[in-house]
């Protein structure tokens, strides 16, 4: 057969990253390395040779540092930043917030996440989000995604806003073995990377104990895992208090977000199956730390950080004790904005947990891998790994808050191409009934207006 032109083997793309200080991903201190990408992925870290550089475009990082791109394995891409549940229950169109979210995606990327886990979403956004991403429609960082979180309607993140059963928000409520057996078959049809169980909700009367309480049973929670695991999906809980931590790392679940208030049974039961922890304390944080930004109540800004505090010493030992911990920021909500928080939580678990820098950056680089589903290939600067980078004006080991510094990160790249960050993207936008609307911020009683007015 004639070989047309188009059959020549064609010159790789190369990029040839020059002279920066490597941090990799995996702990191991900063090194001197020049860095080889060929098409999508590293092809070599280390000294390079003519045949290497040749016809590869250059990037000067000399006085720079090169890591691998942030993931962040706690995200809600689909919610656009809701003030409340309401909010985000009835005031959500589907087609609308897919293209929403296709935009929040840039700015995710933009802020150096080059990946990221859609915990769980509204309709099915994160599928179809990743889909267009991996398709190349949209731009944005690579995804792993759930789909609507099994959730038990005695206790959830919206109390009594739940239904009874069906589907609101990001939530499938579910009771019976026969709906946990279907709704994950669906799901899996779908294309979820994960299935996500509301182990844990807000008490029904509350005032009891501290955090959630645990709304799932221990056999119902193997229920999910064989069934998942079954078709080979694994499975990812949210839990906010000892035992559902306890019963969901014993039931075989594969990650668990927020585990906080464990009690020596819930450590153990992590400790004896390593399952990867994702805290997630930067949604408390930034209410605690800047709440007064927002005019946040001070009594509530003490309860979030009380949960870090009460919680911290507990994931301190599940890290000495070798656990994987994963940076999660819960972007996607008011408090946390996508493209502004993510970095955030790198400095958390250090300050928390007593990671060192090098340990947080691994928290969000290598070990967020486990959270994308590409252990070996993703999160850490070696040869093979696919080229999701970033080129630092400064050592980021100095104060990993500077990760969150205008500038600071002085080039984004993904697949092994440079993110153009030059177009501004649009910061707010109202778009007709997308928001919730009050009448006023208080009730206006006689006395209210008399305090401001006097005597009517
Ligand atoms: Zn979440």
């Keep these: 057969m004639k070989r047309s032109q188009g059959d020549d083997v064609r010159q790789k793309t190369k990029t040839w990253i020059k002279g920066g200080q490597i941090i990799d991903g995996t702990g191991k201190p900063a090194f001197k390395a020049d860095v080889l990408l060929a098409e999508e992925r590293i092809d070599k870290v280390g000294d390079l040779g003519p045949a290497d550089i040749e016809a590869a475009e250059v ?9 691998p791109g942030l993931i962040d394995s706690h995200c809600h891409i689909s919610f656009d930043e809701p003030r409340t549940n309401d909010e985000l229950f009835f005031h959500r169109r589907y087609g609308l917030a897919a293209l929403v979210a296709s935009v929040n995606a840039q700015k995710v990327l933009r802020a150096g996440v080059t990946a990221f886990f859609d915990a769980d979403c509204i309709f099915d956004v994160g599928v179809d989000l990743r889909d267009a991403v991996e398709a190349g429609v949209v731009e944005g960082p690579r995804m792993t995604t759930g789909g609507n979180v099994l959730i038990n309607c005695v206790g959830g993140t919206a109390s009594r806003l739940l239904p009874d059963r069906g589907r609101l928000g990001y939530g499938m409520i579910v009771h019976t073995r026969d709906e946990v057996i279907t709704e994950i078959h669906k799901q899996i049809k779908a294309g979820v990377d994960w299935i996500k169980v509301h182990v844990s909700g807000l008490p029904v009367r509350p005032g009891a104990s501290s955090g959630e309480i645990q709304t799932w049973s221990l056999d119902e929670l193997k229920l999910v895992c064989d069934t998942a695991h ?71 800004q003490a309860v979030f950080k009380e949960e870090i505090t009460a919680s911290a010493d507990q994931l301190k030992q599940a890290h000495q004790a070798g656990v994987p911990i994963l940076t999660g920021s819960e972007s996607g909500f008011s408090l946390t904005p996508y493209g502004d928080w993510h970095y955030r939580e790198l400095n958390l678990l250090q300050t928390y947990l007593g990671l060192t820098p090098l340990e947080a950056i691994r928290a969000g680089t290598e070990f967020g891998a486990i959270a994308l589903r590409k252990e070996g290939e993703l999160g850490a600067l070696k040869a093979g790994y696919l080229a999701d980078l970033l080129i630092l004006a400064d050592d980021p080991l100095k104060d990993l808050d500077q990760l969150g510094r205008r500038n600071f990160i002085d080039t984004v790249i993904k697949a092994g191409r440079v993110v153009d960050r030059s177009l501004p993207l649009p910061s707010t936008w109202q778009i007709p009934g997308w928001r919730m609307s009050a009448f006023s911020d208080d009730i206006l009683t006689r006395s209210l207006a008399e305090t401001h007015l006097g005597p009517l």
């Design 59 to 67: 990037l000067d990082a000399t006085g720079k540092f090169v890591m």
């Design 230 to 300: 079954q078709l080979g999906v694994p499975v990812v809980g949210h839990c906010r208090n000892a035992s559902s931590v306890r019963d969901a790392a014993r039931a075989g679940f594969d990650m668990i977000l927020h585990a906080t208030y464990m009690d020596e049974d819930a450590l153990t039961a992590v400790v004896d199956r390593k399952v990867p922890l994702v805290p997630t304390f930067t949604f408390q944080a930034n209410l605690a730390d800047y709440g007064s930004a927002i005019g946040a109540d001070p009594q509530l």
